[in-house]
């Protein structure tokens, strides 16, 4: 019967040397953390997405209700844009005190091209978003925007353009 000799790994009594076997315990150590750090990863960004998600969808409410109203403004859709505002403002102002109110204001209400998201801040049932209007002109204006939530849905409480 012929005898191999030993492996790399082995002394010639068949025992792993301490460099060998510290060297087998870093791998497995690396191999142990890189698999968990994978697993973290994986976990967190299935937990961001999900929950980004919904964060982005809740935080966008808002957002969605003030650049509906400007967009129907911008159409020249008062009723529509009437649409946004809160139960108590519109106990406040009929439609057609509203929209006596927009042409009466058209600096602030005509021309508008779009509008832009600068801050948005959300505690309970409220929402308070600041943003800028852009004219076609390229004139700009800040505005500010309170919203309350009505039945599940967004409303404009009160908006101020400057």
Known sequence: MSETPPSVLET??????SQQRSSRKKWILGGCLGCGCLVIIILLFTLF???GVALFKMGSAPW?????YIEAIKARDYAQAYIYLSDDLQKEMSLSDFISFIQTHPDEYEGI???KLKSLNI???RAQIEGVIIYSSGKEASFEAS???EDNVWRISGITIR
């Open 147 to 149: 919203l309350v939530k």
């Open 123 to 125: 505690s309970d049932n």
């Open 113 to 115: 091209e779009k509008a």
């Open 49 to 51: 997405l999900w929950g």
């Open 12 to 17: 010639s009594s068949g025992q792993a040397t």
């Open 64 to 68: 969605k209700a003030v650049s509906g």
